[in-house]
């Protein structure tokens, strides 16, 4: 064995280390995500309790990745793809964060629409919910197996998500001027619609570090996601 070896071998196991770290975090988000929408789903505000405990687990590994990064980039200097590999998963454990955050907030909204009058329920928020979860589900997904065109098709469905948010807003706007009963439960709905929105911005940029990670390009703001559109057409 080379003198090197053990080092090596050393530095291979903090990442996979790292990787541990960030499924445990991805699974907790995930959870707090499904539990937070279903809540909202079926008007039970029980399970923000859970969900706010969840979210402190998901910042202390926050925490525990962003220093071990630091320590990884400052003894070991990775370089190539170790070196993608290091920053994209802290920039994808930073977006984990703060989807269990925004999880948090749906369920906090969840609990205040339970004490004002309600607002019957809109197949639209359904769609959303379920769109919204397929893609955090899939980026995640596409960053475990490195699947670059799985992250190209979550960010080519966010705009589905941003669809349905203005629609959300226009049927709410119109609800608000029809029923002033009807404002404090619409203004939480929207709070809950924009929540939605920034988890599945967020899903997409963690399938844009995905890709990234894969093929050591960007593809933010659109770059070259049109090739793909055309490839698939």
Same mark, same amino acid.
Request: net charge positive.
């Given at each position: 064995m080379s003198p090197d070896g053990a080092p @090596? @071998?050393?530095?291979?196991d903090e990442l996979d280390m790292l990787q541990e770290k960030l499924l445990e975090m991805a699974s907790l988000v995930e959870h707090a995500l499904a539990e937070a929408t279903a809540a909202l789903l079926d008007g039970d505000p029980s399970k923000g309790e859970t969900i706010r405990l969840g979210d402190e687990r998901v910042d202390e590994l926050e925490i525990e990745i962003d220093e071990r990064v630091i320590e %990884? %980039?400052?003894?070991?200097?990775?370089?190539? /793809?170790? =070196?993608?590999?290091?920053?994209?998963?802290? /920039?994808? $454990?930073?977006? %984990?964060? @703060?989807?269990?955050?925004?999880?948090?907030n749906i369920a906090r909204a969840v609990t205040r629409l339970h004490d004002v009058p309600p607002i019957p329920k809109m197949r639209e928020f359904e769609d959303m919910i379920e769109i919204t979860r397929g893609m955090v589900s899939d980026a995640l997904a596409a960053y475990v197996s490195r699947n670059a065109g799985t992250a190209r098709m979550v960010c080519m469905t966010d705009d589905r998500v941003d669809d349905l948010k203005r629609t959300i807003f226009r049927i709410l706007v119109t609800l608000m001027l029809e029923d002033e /009963? @009807?404002?404090?439960?619409? =203004?939480?709905?929207? =709070?809950? $619609?924009?929540? =939605?929105e920034r988890i599945a911005d967020l899903a997409t940029n963690i399938s844009e570090d995905v890709v990234f990670l894969v093929e050591g390009r960007s593809i933010k703001h659109g770059t070259r996601l049109g090739e793909f559109e055309d490839y698939n057409s």
């Open positions: @090596r @071998r050393h530095f291979h %990884l %980039l400052a003894l070991q200097q990775p370089m190539a /793809k170790d =070196l993608r590999q290091i920053i994209a998963t802290n /920039k994808v $454990s930073n977006d %984990l964060e @703060r989807m269990a955050d925004h999880a948090v /009963k @009807r404002i404090a439960a619409a =203004l939480e709905l929207l =709070l809950i $619609s924009q929540n =939605l």
